[in-house]
């Protein structure tokens, strides 16, 4: 198992920046492939990223491509997502979630096995 706790959210104005963390404990953190979550009131979560065990692969929603890069420090079991040129549609609780089955990371939540409690980003505009 690992447990996950995500940090760095809060209020920012658009065209703003934020990095979000994720620290990992448990199991080894580089098992795992992951992902970073958004659910806006109302809606349903939706992935915005997803990085490979080794982080040498990415993938971003189209929604975020070129404003958010997701990284990941398996040395110090950190997730990571730099949030730049944010926009009021940003606006939502972020979650981290591990996926322990597959090496490249799914676009589906359902596929995930492990979440953290997720972190709230409001963007004002």
């Known amino acids: 198992q690992v447990q996950l706790v995500e940090s760095g959210g809060g209020l920012v104005q658009a065209g703003g920046s934020l990095r979000l963390s994720c620290a990992a404990s448990?199991?080894?953190?580089?098992?795992?492939?992951m992902g970073w979550f958004r659910q806006a009131p109302g809606k349903e979560r939706e992935v915005v990223a997803r990085?490979?065990?080794?982080?040498?692969?990415?993938y971003y929603a189209d929604s975020v491509k070129g404003r958010f890069t997701i990284s990941r420090d398996n040395t110090k079991n950190t997730l990571y997502l730099q949030m730049s040129r944010l926009k009021p549609e940003d606006t939502a609780v972020y979650y981290c979630?591990?996926?322990?089955?597959?090496?490249?990371?799914?676009?589906?939540?359902?596929?995930?096995?492990?979440w953290g409690q997720g972190t709230q980003v409001t963007v004002s505009s």
């Open positions: 979630a591990a996926d322990s089955i597959r090496t490249y990371p799914s676009p589906s939540v359902e596929d995930y096995d492990y």
């Open positions: 448990g199991r080894t953190f580089s098992y795992y492939a």
């Open positions: 990085i490979t065990r080794s982080g040498g692969i990415t």
